[in-house]
């Protein structure tokens, strides 16, 4: 079975720090896809990254960053010099093969205080 | 390019009656699905559709329904509807299954009292 765990609740920080969202999935399928989606007070989800399970390559968008490794089936992401606007529950989720159906993260809870 | 517009907004309803909800994807998408979320629960899959056809379906019982129209718009429709129906329902829809990512809307709550 697939399932994602998110195992920080809620993470506070003071703005311009740096925070990492943890994320650990696990399935037996060899191709598959990892999102992390922001949801702020609205309650939109907004989609923010994706990673394919045959690119382990990271990279840097901005101030958001992620490290995926399958070798622990984690897919952290990293959001640098965090703002008072980035607070909002991010979730990280998990989508099969030829499935429309994501699997998500129980989700983070960030503030940034000023 | 309109985003996922789903409708209403906002929903208050009783006990023991039952509701529909829209949702229209974004122009080209032919695939909706539909989630539920509450704190006790978070995120869970509730249907999919594509191309008019319910490709996959999560845990939920019979009152959960669901169709998709030939313009590629949903409704989600739930009978009897009890207390713990209250949540709030997000749609999404995807170019394609797999790799492309999914866009939501800005959610349905539905409240029951």
């Known amino acids: 079975a697939q399932k994602v765990t998110q195992a920080q609740t809620e993470i506070s920080v003071v703005e311009k720090e740096d925070v990492t969202l943890d994320c650990v999935y696990e399935t037996r399928d060899t191709t598959y896809y990892l999102f992390w989606y922001k949801q702020p007070p609205s309650g939109e989800l907004v989609f923010l990254i994706r990673?394919?399970?045959?690119?382990?390559q990271n990279e840097i968008s901005g101030r958001y960053s992620w490290n995926f490794q399958k070798s622990t089936s984690s897919f952290n992401f990293t959001i640098t010099a965090s703002q008072v606007v980035d607070s909002a529950v991010y979730f990280c989720?998990?989508?099969?093969?030829?499935?429309?159906?994501?699997?998500f993260g129980s989700g983070t809870r960030l503030l940034v205080r000023p | 390019k309109a985003g996922v517009t789903q409708t209403p907004r906002y929903l208050i309803k009783t006990r023991g009656q039952q509701v529909t909800l829209s949702c229209s994807p974004i122009?080209?998408?032919?695939?909706v699905s539909w989630y539920q979320q509450t704190p006790g629960q978070g995120l869970q899959f509730l249907f999919e559709y594509f191309s008019e056809t319910q490709r996959n379906k999560g845990n939920f019982p019979g009152r959960f329904s669901g169709r998709q129209f030939s313009n590629s718009r949903s409704e989600m429709n739930v009978s009897t509807l009890e207390l713990g129906d209250s949540a709030l329902y997000l749609c999404a829809s995807s170019l394609a299954a797999g790799t492309t990512e999914a866009f939501f809307g800005q959610g349905t709550r539905l409240t029951v009292v």
């Open positions: 122009s080209g998408h032919r695939s």
């Open positions: 989720a998990l989508r099969m093969d030829s499935s429309y159906k994501l699997i």
């Open positions: 990673r394919n399970s045959f690119d382990e």
